[in-house]
């Protein structure tokens, strides 16, 4: 059974970093491409980025409003995908999901929180 | 950045009904859609792939039809487990981008 679980999330203050973690198991994690996809309180789901397998170079692509904030990388040998948010802005307060997919996302974690505050 | 419109933003159904959800994108993207569902505090779920191929697991109630710029999710005989919200998502151009969401509401 594919099993994502995601951790890291809490509180922090506007300018403040955070780093998010998502450790999967049940499937081959280094052939996995491995999203992030997050949700503000209410609202609609966001894609925030990607980052390809090894083999296929490990490239990673952002959305536009965390381009240069936030980054993505990955440990194969923990099955863990990171994501490190810094210059984190009140806007960034959502549930931030990991899910795994190249084109669908098939399969997807139950979250963590972010709250950005001060 | 390609913007994915969905129809209608809310809808009221009683069980058995069939229920439409259309999604238009504001270019082609050839058959990269695909439909997710999302009860209250769950994670979303892929029921659509590709238009119109469906995941393993869900439901032959659920369906897929549309290319290009036009889209549609079919729930045939709907079921009280149904209420959600539907999202479509687009996996033809970078940033990936979903619809805004459709909540079923079940009577």
């Known amino acids: 059974e594919v099993q994502l679980v995601e951790s890291g999330g809490g509180l922090v203050k506007p300018g403040g970093s955070l780093r998010l973690s998502c450790a999967g198991s049940?499937?081959?994690?280094?052939?996995?491409?491995m999203n992030w996809v997050r949700q503000a309180p209410g609202k609609g789901l966001e894609w925030v980025g990607r980052i390809k397998s090894k083999t296929t170079g490990e490239t990673t692509d952002y959305a536009a409003p965390v381009k240069g904030r936030f980054t993505i990388s990955r440990d194969d040998s923990k099955n863990t995908v990171y994501l490190q948010m810094n210059s984190l802005k009140t806007e960034d307060t959502a549930v931030y999901y990991c899910a795994t997919g190249g084109n669908f996302l098939d399969y997807w974690g139950q979250g963590t929180l972010v709250t950005v505050s001060s | 950045e390609i913007v994915l419109t969905q129809s209608p933003d809310f809808q009221s159904v009683t069980p058995k009904e069939k229920v439409t959800i259309t999604c238009r994108a504001s270019q082609s993207i050839g058959s990269n859609l695909h439909w997710y569902q999302q009860k209250p505090d769950q994670s979303p779920k892929l029921l659509i792939k590709d238009a119109s191929q469906s995941f393993s697991g869900v439901p032959s109630r659920f369906s897929g039809s549309g290319s290009g710029t036009d889209f549609a999710l079919t729930i045939n005989s709907l079921e009280a487990e149904d209420a959600a919200t539907y999202y479509c998502h687009q996996s033809s151009d970078f940033p990936r981008t979903f619809g805004q969401g459709t909540k079923v509401e079940v009577k």
């Open positions: 049940g499937f081959i994690f280094s052939n996995a491409w």
